[in-house]
């Protein structure tokens, strides 16, 4: 039997859909067993145990770590983001000691292959793995003065924090919560994305790159960029549904749609089905929307 992967995730109650089918999607592909950790402070008894069963039913290890509400709550959140995006940082102080890594995934990715490449990857001395975001290929200018806001030097490659690779080892001896906590506040006025942001800043020297194909966006314009530059990634293994319209909204014409509703129409009811019949015409109008925006 192959070596157990550790899974992270780190969730509200609003998430538990997106969540299982993120965990469908992973079960399939990945054949290794595994133990998936979840952080949480927000959901209710009824949530944790559909996600016990849906989970024992995948043949999982399902591990609930609760958290006292009140943590981050000073800290700063925008738009769709929420506190819950923070809590990844704990996995070293959280997670057994036993565990010398772990992979955090955003509710959000789809899983269309083995994730046993990423997982057992060498950190080559690094605490945190992660894919340079999208606008290091697509908009290098933009980055550029991003990296200068936040007071990263030129040649640091800015991560997206929706697929980490955790050290662990590093991270107990290296990470103190406290000095997290300071800088958070510290640089309050900076954070776009706020937990993203700060991961850069803190373990700015401690960060190891992945290939894009282990976090791949779903972004139109990074799409065309590929196609512009015949780099296409054409088997992604891990897709990432960016953005504040999500596949499971009626709003969303991104990419990789039909593939990811494979795995959420099997948590629809019956109502939510025929609710989905008018997406094709919500689609036409955000065409319209979006064209007629140039």
């Given at each position: 039997?192959?070596e157990?992967i550790n899974i ?6 609003k ?10 999607s992973?079960?399939q592909?990945e ?8 952080i949480?402070?927000d959901?209710s ?20 770590i ?19 995006m923070y809590y990844?940082?704990l ?9 010398d890594?772990v992979?955090y995934?955003?509710p ?6 083995s ?5 057992t990857m060498?950190?080559?001395?690094k605490?945190?793995m ?11 200018e933009g980055?550029?003065?991003r990296?200068?806001?936040?007071g990263?030097?030129k040649?640091h490659?800015y991560?997206?924090?929706?697929v ?6 590093e ?5 103190i919560l ?5 800088d958070i506040e510290?640089n309050?006025?900076?954070?776009r ?12 020297k401690?960060?190891?790159?992945i290939d894009?194909i ?5 972004l ?5 960029h590929?196609?512009?530059h015949?780099?296409i ?9 960016t953005?504040?319209?999500k596949?499971?909204?009626?709003q969303y014409i991104?990419?990789?749609f039909?593939e ?10 019956k109502?939510?089905k ?8 919500i689609?036409?109008i955000?065409a319209?929307?979006?064209?007629a925006?140039?």
């Open positions: 039997m192959s157990k992270l995730v780190t969730v509200n109650d998430y538990i859909k997106p969540l299982q089918v993120m965990l469908d992973l079960f592909h054949h290794s067993p595994l133990d998936i950790y979840l949480y402070s959901i008894k009824k949530n944790l145990k559909i996600l016990n069963s849906y989970i024992q039913r995948l043949k999982g290890n399902f591990i609930p609760l958290l006292k509400h009140d943590f981050f709550q000073d800290a700063p959140i925008k738009n769709y983001f929420t506190k819950e990844r940082i996995c070293s102080e959280l997670l057994p000691q036993t565990l890594r992979l995934l955003d959000d990715t789809l899983i269309r292959g994730i046993r490449n990423i997982y060498d950190f080559n001395g605490t945190i992660g894919v340079p975001d999208t606008y290091e290929y697509i908009d290098s980055m550029r003065k990296k200068k806001t936040l990263l030097p040649n490659v991560i997206s924090s929706g980490l690779l955790f050290n662990l080892p991270m107990r001896k290296n990470f406290k000095d997290f906590l300071i510290k309050r006025a900076l954070l994305y706020p937990d993203q942001d700060e991961i850069n800043i803190f373990f700015q401690e960060i190891g790159t894009l282990y976090n791949y966006p779903t139109w314009k990074l799409f065309i590929e196609r512009k015949n780099t990634r054409k088997n992604p293994v891990i897709v990432h549904y953005g504040s319209i596949p499971w909204d009626l991104g990419r990789y039909f990811y509703y494979r795995y959420f129409r099997k948590l629809q009811t109502k939510e025929r609710k989905m019949l008018l997406k094709p015409f689609c036409i955000q319209f929307k979006y064209i925006s140039f």
